[in-house]
């Protein structure tokens, strides 16, 4: 019998626990969190770098040790991953942090879905065609090294727009799907750069983005940005790691700004379930947010140390399926933007550290400002709506009765958590922006109104 079969013969023999615990032996169950009611889960996940915590969560048996028998499943790309969660199919998947909020507002597939787990900050580049870096790096000022001076802002990119529209051809960029951060990083760094991105209306029936769009933006899934921009169907693109990596080694693109330059410290993913499927199962839930906060732990742990185990555990096909080099040029601290330029960068992915883990209601309402300022929210909506939608969403209760257990148990320090007792779910003020402007969670209509590019008020498209 292998260890997931005791696991699961542990799991329906509660002669077992009880001795286990009148022995003193330390069981995966704690006093406050009972059994969980479903402990055989399939989850879904895209092959992205970012999706660690689930992988690690179940190499590492910290799955196990809650006495649940996962199943990973890659899936094709994000909708198919959103409708699987929905109907079922799925218990819970690595999801965009924008598709719980679009799902629950009825911005495409109308669905109540939750997250108590954040999975990481940042991890997300910004990739053009080598043919429209030459041009923009004509007009970026070099260092005293002689390379290139970061961030590169989408300023640079402006003349390259403009004479594509002089010539009367249309200039496209990849992104992952509507609601992800991607599409909302690269709206926002190019907005900052004087590049409209466009406008949806999904209350006229228009929900292409491209309303009034200097920059025309749509869906490539991940792992195909780096074919889709070779065959010159796409001018650049925004995606997770390791697909801008991927473009470097293949020498048919250039990483111009990671989407830590473009706002320090970003939400990313996060782990979605279906509020009936939390309801239904809440000490699986509780159980499945432990494991994958020691996961998230294990992976930042010792500034890194653990990355480059990590990065071969994630190459294997059944996860992102990449080579190693590739995976290890952003998972271990460095990213490599012009071949041969590779920086420093340790915070490129963070899993753990700065409360990565904790799903602040501040983040929500910032995705929410977004499809407000893209027109995928049509109407305007005072504050109060932004901050009801976001509790409904975000769900730190369920992570801090994790978090609580987890101390109990010996396993974390109160002090890797926020102060559950003081903490509000919303960040101080952010002022990191590639533009300068301050996002405050508590006014995101007075945030909007500081934008020269994008509605605010009762604007429509």
């Given at each position: 019998?292998?260890?997931?079969?005791?696991?699961?013969s542990?799991?329906?023999?509660?002669?077992?626990?009880?001795?286990?615990?009148?022995?003193?032996?330390?069981?995966?169950?704690?006093?406050?969190?009972?059994?969980?009611?479903?402990?055989?889960?399939?989850?879904?996940?895209?092959?992205?770098t970012?999706?660690?915590?689930?992988?690690?969560?179940?190499?590492?048996r910290?799955?196990?040790?809650?006495?649940l028998?996962?199943?990973?499943?890659?899936q094709?790309?994000?909708?198919?991953?959103?409708?699987?969660?929905?109907?079922?199919?799925l218990?819970?998947?690595?999801?965009?942090?924008?598709?719980?909020?679009?799902?629950?507002?009825?911005f495409?597939?109308?669905?109540?879905?939750?997250?108590?787990?954040?999975?990481?900050?940042?991890?997300?580049?910004?990739?053009?065609?080598?043919?429209?870096?030459?041009?923009?790096?004509?007009?970026?000022?070099?260092?005293?090294?002689?390379?290139?001076?970061?961030?590169?802002?989408?300023d640079?990119?402006?003349p390259?727009?403009?004479a594509?529209k002089?010539?009367?051809k249309?200039?496209?960029?990849?992104?992952?799907?509507?609601?992800?951060?991607?599409?909302?990083?690269?709206?926002?760094?190019?907005?900052?750069?004087?590049?409209?991105?466009?406008?949806?209306?999904?209350?006229?029936g228009?929900?292409?983005g491209?309303?009034?769009?200097?920059?025309?933006?749509?869906?490539?899934?991940?792992?195909?940005?780096?074919?889709?921009?070779?065959?010159?169907?796409?001018?650049?693109?925004?995606?997770?790691?390791?697909?801008?990596?991927?473009?470097?080694?293949?020498?048919?693109?250039?990483?111009?700004?990671?989407?830590?330059?473009?706002?320090?410290?970003?939400p990313?993913?996060?782990?979605?379930?279906?509020?009936?499927?939390?309801?239904?199962?809440p000490?699986?839930?509780?159980?499945?947010?432990?494991?994958?906060?020691?996961?998230?732990?294990?992976?930042?742990?010792?500034?890194n140390?653990?990355?480059v185990?990590?990065?071969?555990?994630?190459?294997?096909?059944?996860?992102?399926?990449?080579?190693?080099?590739v995976?290890?040029?952003?998972?271990?601290?460095?990213?490599?933007?012009?071949?041969g330029?590779?920086?420093?960068?340790?915070?490129?992915?963070?899993?753990?550290?700065?409360?990565?883990?904790?799903?602040?209601?501040?983040?929500?309402?910032w995705?929410?400002?977004?499809?407000?300022?893209?027109?995928?929210?049509?109407?305007?909506?005072?504050?109060?709506?932004?901050?009801?939608?976001?509790?409904?969403?975000?769900?730190?209760?369920?992570?801090a009765?994790?978090?609580?257990?987890?101390?109990?148990e010996?396993?974390?320090?109160?002090?890797?958590?926020?102060?559950?007792?003081?903490?509000?779910?919303?960040?101080?003020p952010?002022?990191?922006?590639?533009?300068?402007?301050?996002?405050?969670?508590?006014?995101?209509?007075?945030?909007?109104?500081?934008?020269k590019?994008?509605?605010?008020?009762k604007?429509?498209?």
């Open positions: 019998m292998n260890r997931r079969q005791v696991v699961k542990l799991m329906l023999t509660p002669l077992v626990l009880a001795i286990s615990l009148a022995t003193g032996i330390k069981d995966a169950y704690s006093a406050s969190v009972g059994p969980a009611e479903k402990p055989d889960l399939k989850f879904g996940f895209i092959k992205l970012d999706m660690a915590p689930l992988a690690i969560a179940y190499e590492k910290f799955f196990e040790d809650e006495g028998y996962v199943t990973l499943e890659a094709a790309n994000w909708k198919v991953l959103l409708d699987r969660v929905i109907d079922g199919q218990d819970g998947a690595h999801m965009l942090a924008g598709q719980p909020l679009g799902a629950t507002i009825g495409g597939t109308k669905a109540d879905i939750i997250t108590a787990f954040s999975m990481d900050l940042n991890g997300n580049g910004i990739t053009v065609s080598k043919s429209v870096w030459e041009e923009m790096k004509k007009r970026i000022p070099k260092g005293a090294d002689g390379k290139p001076v970061h961030p590169i802002k989408a640079y990119m402006k390259v727009v403009d594509y002089q010539a009367g249309p200039f496209n960029m990849g992104m992952v799907f509507p609601v992800s951060t991607h599409n909302y990083e690269l709206r926002y760094w190019l907005a900052a750069g004087g590049l409209h991105p466009g406008y949806y209306a999904p209350d006229k228009d929900t292409s491209q309303i009034k769009a200097d920059v025309l933006l749509s869906v490539t899934p991940p792992p195909q940005m780096p074919a889709t921009l070779e065959a010159g169907t796409i001018n650049g693109y925004c995606v997770g790691e390791p697909w801008n990596q991927q473009a470097v080694f293949k020498g048919i693109g250039v990483p111009v700004i990671t989407d830590y330059e473009i706002w320090k410290n970003n990313e993913k996060v782990f979605g379930v279906s509020k009936g499927w939390a309801d239904k199962y000490n699986t839930h509780i159980r499945v947010v432990k494991a994958m906060i020691r996961a998230a732990k294990w992976l930042d742990e010792n500034n140390a653990n990355r185990a990590a990065s071969r555990i994630l190459s294997k096909p059944n996860y992102v399926g990449a080579d190693v080099d995976i290890d040029n952003s998972m271990t601290g460095t990213f490599e933007y012009e071949k330029d590779k920086r420093t960068v340790p915070d490129f992915n963070v899993f753990f550290r700065y409360n990565a883990t904790y799903p602040y209601y501040s983040d929500a309402i995705y929410l400002t977004q499809m407000r300022r893209w027109g995928q929210i049509s109407e305007a909506k005072p504050d109060n709506w932004y901050a009801d939608i976001a509790k409904k969403v975000y769900r730190p209760d369920i992570y009765q994790a978090a609580k257990e987890l101390i109990a010996g396993k974390m320090k109160p002090s890797e958590f926020p102060d559950f007792a003081k903490e509000s779910g919303y960040k101080p952010q002022k990191e922006f590639i533009d300068g402007i301050t996002y405050d969670g508590r006014k995101p209509n007075a945030y909007l109104e500081k934008f590019i994008g509605l605010k008020g604007a429509k498209p």
